[in-house]
């Protein structure tokens, strides 16, 4: 009967660890607090199947003198997972902090990965990618491998973009809305404030050069379909 019991309540965390974590993941599109639940969630999911763990090796062999030795290596076991997985991990954070490295807002490149520092964590950084995405990277490695470092100001190459504007106001109030347009790009906001000039008039349009600092040549390409998409509608 014991052992019916056990498997029940084994199914059972499982059912209701896989469905909130469904749930969760779900809701953390929506919103921004449930978001930052979301990297606790393999810890709370170890710790609950740990407390399984211990509660049928209570059941099992509390009555046996084997478990006092079953208990001390299943802990000693934890502890040795606990400084390989996390304890490197905050030591080597310690160090990348007294040398000074890694600050928020420098990029780093490891391997084929490169992108912004965005964010420090006691055993990670959290850096935004040239892609856009999200990528968490333990000290362990940032101490371990080489990591080329560069600082934001000199990570991005400016980009040429050239449009031809039709002449429905003064080039001074074009110019300023072309500005606007383009600060409203996210893919052109790179920290530096983009340079337009008129560069040509003549009696139907203008010829402006847009002078922008983007991370990589796919971003200026999305920043001049957008604003060409823009312009064309208005021809």
Known sequence: MKIFLELFLGILVWIVMSTGNKLIRAAAHRSSRVERIKPYLPGFAFAVWLLYALWLLQR???????????????????????????????????????????????????????????????????IRTDNGDIARIPYSRLSG??????????????????????KNDTPEKLQTILTREVLSIPWASSGTAPVVQLKEQTDKACNFEVLIRSLNSRHAARVESILRDIYRDQE
């Not at 490169?114 to 420090?120: L, Q």
Request: glycine letters at 2%.
């Open 60 to 126: 099992r062999f509390a009555s046996t003198s084997l478990y006092p030795i079953i208990l001390f290596s299943l802990l000693a076991l934890l502890a040795m997972l606990f400084i390989w997985f996390v304890l490197r991990d905050i030591i080597a954070g310690i160090v990348v902090s007294i040398r000074k490295q890694f600050h928020v807002n420098h990029r780093i490149r490891l391997n084929d990965l490169s992108g912004k520092i965005i964010e420090r964590r006691m055993t990670h950084v959290t």
């Open 145 to 166: 491998e080489v990591v080329p470092e560069r600082s934001e100001e000199t990570a991005s190459d400016y980009y040429r973009i050239h449009l031809c504007i039709p």
